[in-house]
Nanobody, 123 residues
Framework: QVQLVESGGGLVQAGGSLRLSCAAS????????MGWFRQAPGKEHEFVAT????????YYVDSVKGRFTISRDNVKNTMYLQMNTLKAEHTAVYYC????????????????WGQGTQVTVSS
């Protein structure tokens, strides 16, 4: 069982930055692939980024490449999403998720989810 808690969301002006954190409970964090998804108002959940269990490989949705960076610290049992040069279109609830199997851009591949953290970008 893994419990995930996101933090770091908030209100930021366009062009600003935020770093989201996802703190995981349990001693098996380093065995899980991790991912970030988001849900904007009135839209479906969207894949944002994923990282392998070791942190050696990362994958992003095309729209955030070069702007967002996913990382993890397996000693601190925490995953991060650094978001730079934010735009209004990035406004959403951001969720972190853990997958027992390989990292994926498919929502149903993930076994555990956090409660989400709101990111609001004002233009």
């Amino acid at each position: 069982q893994v419990q995930l808690v996101e933090s770091g969301g908030g209100l930021v002006q366009a062009g600003g930055s935020l770093r989201l954190s996802c703190a995981a409970s349990g001693r098996t964090f380093s065995t899980y692939a991790m991912g970030w998804f988001r849900q904007a108002p009135g839209k479906e959940h969207e894949f944002v980024a994923t990282i392998t269990a070791s942190g050696g490989h990362t994958y992003y949705v095309d729209s955030v490449k070069g702007r967002f960076t996913i990382s993890r610290d397996n000693v601190k049992n925490t995953m991060y999403l650094q978001m730079n040069t934010l735009k209004a279109e990035h406004t959403a609830v951001y969720y972190c998720a853990a997958a027992r199997e390989a990292c994926s851009d498919i929502r149903t591949s993930y076994d555990y989810w956090g409660q989400g953290t709101q990111v609001t970008v004002s233009s």
